[in-house]
């Protein structure tokens, strides 16, 4: 497939192939090794830190609702805000790590998301406030995933990326897992608001750490830097350009919907209402309903890096995507179907959705590859900015599913049931479906 280049300047960033050789060569080096590793350990604490930080409510959707005496919609809307502003925020986040380097990004970015941690904590009945806080989380945590893999482009060789790049995503998960079981536990022991100020001091060692051992700006990137903003004088149009071509693409749209299917059992299910539907059908404890949640993420922890390799190794994107599509809606209706489920069972189901969908990952490479090679930034970030963007929106749609269910305004304590749940959240396995029917449409970097 040609690409036009109508209206873009490119300059030789790194140089000729020799110079771009002899820096592989020195990113391969023990001494840069190391200090390689200590970089990618820093910017990688704090994307588990973020993904720990947004996954929080998901044990708080009741406490939430009677500290606020807010209905389901208000509640998951306030804490969607956060993947509201996150998502538009991809679209610029790789431009501004170009330009100003990782260090005053990272320590910027987790200010904003402990600040955002204390505002949550506030010790006021009114739910703006904690909307405030959830904003400033998500417009800090914006620049976790693409810092921590901006880092590691700068300081390994690329035949380390697509390791690292798995490993950001299991670190992630790992996040995940931490805000479950452990937090609920901790919710019960401190209360809520206790849990997030914790949750705002953890954020201080994090910036301590990134403050203290995260090393400059290595000389080759700066010289990267200097020729690139040097010589490009239209970096704007530079970028509406490149935006715009990405855009016109309609296998973005296809594989960003698709993205969005598949991160769907995430966003709404595990990251928010799952451990109120778990809690209704099995009669567990809250801590054993977070246990249980858990399992999604332990699933996509182990799915990403395994399936995604796999799909490398066979050059195969859209079998992967649509059999992701098809088993994800069968498990997902296995798991709101039925009226009661025994918690083992449910921990199993998710488990399996959780590998299920983790394939969602091969949708980022799919678009790189049907975009333009001097576009991969942009094509990733689109894919992202339509993800994340939707996800925030699903969840305050699901309260007001459970709320239309309910038939009213107002919260009345233990009002709502596993029926109000099981209702809203079988839009999941529509949505699932959607992705299977899109995928047929997906087309193979091969074919074309």
Same mark, same amino acid.
């Given at each position: 497939m040609d690409f036009p280049l109508t209206n873009l300047s490119f300059v030789g960033a790194i140089g000729d192939d020799m110079a771009a050789e002899d820096l592989e060569s020195l990113r391969a080096t023990p001494d840069i090794r190391r200090v390689a590793w200590g970089a990618w350990i820093c910017a990688a604490i704090f994307y588990l830190y973020e993904y720990f930080v947004r996954v929080i409510p998901s044990v708080m959707g009741n406490d939430l609702q009677l500290a606020f005496n807010a209905n389901a919609a208000t509640v998951g809307f306030a804490c969607g805000l956060y993947y509201i502003v996150y998502g538009p925020l991809q679209l610029v986040v790789g431009s501004f790590y170009d330009r100003f380097g990782a260090r005053k990004l990272l320590i910027g970015s987790i200010i904003f998301v402990l600040l955002g941690c204390f505002l949550a904590a506030w010790p006021f009945s009114n739910i703006c406030l904690f909307a405030a806080g959830?904003?400033?989380?998500? $417009? #800090?945590?914006?620049?976790?995933?693409?810092?921590? /893999?901006y880092v590691a482009t700068v300081w390994f060789p690329s035949s380390k990326l697509a390791f690292l790049s798995g490993?950001?995503? $299991? *670190?992630?998960?790992?996040g995940a897992l931490l805000a479950q079981a452990p937090i609920a536990r901790m919710v019960q022991l401190i209360n809520w608001r206790n849990t997030w100020l914790l949750a705002g001091l953890l954020g201080f060692g994090c910036l301590f750490l990134i403050s203290r051992r995260l090393p400059p700006t290595p000389d080759w990137e700066k010289r990267r830097h200097d020729t690139y903003f040097?010589?490009?004088?239209?970096?704007?149009?530079?970028? /509406?350009?490149?935006? =715009?071509?990405?855009?016109?693409?309609p296998q973005t749209w296809i594989l960003g919907s698709i993205a969005c299917a598949l991160f769907m059992p995430l966003v709404v299910f595990a990251d928010f209402w799952g451990i109120q539907y778990i809690e209704l059908i099995t009669s567990a404890t809250k801590s054993q309903a977070a246990f249980? !949640?858990?399992m999604l993420y332990m699933g996509w922890l182990l799915g990403s890096p395994i399936l995604g390799a796999l799909s490398d190794y066979l050059s195969h994107r859209r !079998?992967?995507?649509?059999?992701?599509? &098809?088993?994800?809606? *069968? &498990?997902? =209706?296995? &798991?709101l179907l039925?009226?009661? =489920?025994?918690?083992?069972?449910?921990? #199993? /189901?998710?488990f399996l959705v959780g590998i299920a969908s983790s394939p969602q990952v091969i949708c980022f490479i799919a678009n790189v590859e049907s975009n333009p090679p001097f576009l991969k930034a942009t094509s990733v970030a689109m894919v992202n900015t339509i993800v994340m963007l939707v996800g925030g929106l699903m969840q305050p749609i699901c309260g007001s599913l459970i709320d239309f269910r309910y038939k009213a305004i107002q919260l009345v304590a233990g009002g709502y049931t596993a029926e109000h749940y099981r209702f809203a959240l079988l839009m999941l396995p529509i949505v699932t479906s959607i992705g299977f029917v899109l995928s047929l449409f997906?087309?193979?970097s091969v074919d074309e």
């Open positions: 959830r904003l400033l989380m998500g $417009a #800090g945590s914006a620049f976790a995933f693409i810092g921590t /893999i490993l950001t995503t $299991a *670190l992630g998960m790992l040097d010589s490009n004088r239209h970096a704007l149009s530079q970028f /509406i350009s490149g935006f =715009l071509l990405v855009a016109r693409n249980a !949640n858990g !079998n992967f995507l649509s059999y992701s599509c &098809l088993f994800s809606t *069968l &498990l997902l =209706l296995t &798991l039925p009226r009661h =489920l025994p918690l083992t069972g449910v921990g #199993g /189901i998710l997906i087309k193979e």
